[in-house]
């Protein structure tokens, strides 16, 4: 059984470039968060998806946003990088009505932005 | 504002030796606590979760403890083993939408 599995693994990318980052849950979860993790820091949370609407939102500007798709993989967009975007972006899933479920991380994506 | 703090930001002890992470939070209602270790590279991967009404819970050398009215949550170690070498980040969900609130983490170093 897979767990949440995400690519790319690694990226390099300009300032002022546009990034998909891709994630497919763990099966059997419908519902998929993404967050993103500054070295040394915690994650901080961007979005949650939910049956292919954003369910709850972080606090993050418009520039990041995400698509889930009908077999719940999903996708976090980030437009006009810059340099403060470099970061760990982990992506994690659990059932809907999973409250009490832990959370199933993937490995990341780590983004450079240069 | 929900917040939880989480200390010492880094420890390193000898292999072999016991070790505690303290998690301080504000989140208000409380619905659960819930321990994650994240090694290098990793997604974390959850190691315990209390809810209210439990004070312990263990996985293998793994002890949390609980204090709801103090709002304290701490991490033992015990007989630490090079594998331990990772973060530990404490992450407590608020009641009733469930929001994660995330710690900064502490980084164990286990050294032989």
């Known amino acids: 059984d897979a767990g949440v599995t995400q690519s790319p693994t690694h990226l390099i990318k300009t300032r002022g470039q546009q990034v998909t980052l891709r994630c497919s849950p763990k099966?059997?979860?419908?519902?998929v968060s993404w967050y993103q993790q500054a070295l040394g820091q915690g994650p901080q949370f961007i979005f949650q998806?939910?049956?292919?609407?954003?369910?709850q939102r972080g606090n993050f500007p418009d520039r990041f946003s995400g698509h889930q798709f009908p077999n719940y993989s999903s996708e976090l967009n980030v437009n006009a990088l810059l340099l403060g975007d470099s970061a760990l972006y982990l992506c994690a899933s659990r059932p809907d009505r999973g409250y009490n479920s832990p959370l199933h991380f993937g490995n990341g994506t780590r983004l450079t932005v240069t | 504002k929900n917040q939880v703090e989480q200390s010492p930001q880094s420890l390193i002890i000898l292999e072999g030796k016991n070790c505690t992470l303290q998690?301080?939070?504000?989140?208000?209602?409380?619905?659960?606590l819930r321990w994650y270790k994240q090694d290098t590279g990793r997604g974390p991967v959850s190691l315990t979760i209390m809810t209210f009404s439990e004070n312990t819970k263990s996985n293998g050398r793994y002890t949390a403890t609980l204090d709801a009215d103090t709002k304290q949550s701490s991490l033992h170690i015990t007989a630490s083993q090079l594998s331990d070498s990772a973060s530990y980040i404490c992450v407590v969900s608020a009641s009733p939408d469930y929001k994660l609130s995330f710690g900064a983490g502490t980084t164990v170093t286990v050294r032989a």
């Open positions: 998806y939910y049956e292919e609407e954003e369910r």
């Open positions: 998690c301080n939070y504000t989140v208000s209602p409380f619905s659960n």
């Open positions: 099966s059997g979860h419908d519902t």
